[in-house]
């Protein structure tokens, strides 16, 4: 079902017949692509078995749903999911900024093999999108003291983000599920321009988890 195409071509057909006005034909296409979305989200870690056939369609690359989508079942799976990190590590500089969301949240989400991934995740403090910028904070934050060589970058950032002008609004047309998002048509992008105000809280919120001694510092001055 994740895999499959959406529209079918029954889909279409359908569609199209709904455009003439002399039958009314009620018809909602099942998107199947969400159905199996929702279904791996609720199994969680359940669908653990399920790891090696995701990474296979995550790096096949079937669709921009499936991109998406791939990243946030795998972080719902969590520590299990660990044989992807690789994959997802090669996600990072994809160029839709979903993709890259949910494939930062998964990182910390199956929090493993710091090593590799926390050197990855600070170079992601410098995205050029603000949620994306809030994902890394929060991703660090995950990996607690093994992320201490991110405590300079982080406070980097908060010196750069207290500086910017901030503009809220909820970006349209996008499903949010536990911090996931996965866009309807697959191909959205997030408004570049839109400073997210939650990237200073993401980021003294990773202080405190990765250094509260140096957090406190930073909210004496």
Known sequence: MLQAPN?????????????????KIPF??????FKAFDGFMALGSGASNAVPRLIAIFEADLSPFSQQAVPAILGEIGLAAEPAIPALL?????TNAFV????????GQIHAQPKLVVPVLIKCLDDPQATVR???ARALGAFGKDAQSAVPALLDLRRKEALSPVSTGPTSGVAYVSGWIVSPTGRMTLPG????PNVLASTMGALN??????AAEVDLH
């Open 7 to 23: 529209p079918t071509l029954r889909d279409r057909i359908l569609a199209a017949a709904q455009k003439q006005h002399f039958i």
């Open 28 to 33: 909602a296409p099942a998107n199947l692509n």
């Open 90 to 94: 090669r996600a990072i500089a994809h």
């Open 100 to 107: 890259r969301h949910n494939t930062i949240l998964a990182l």
């Open 134 to 136: 809030a994902d890394a």
């Open 193 to 196: 321009a839109c400073i997210d």
């Open 209 to 214: 988890q990765i250094s509260p001694a140096v």
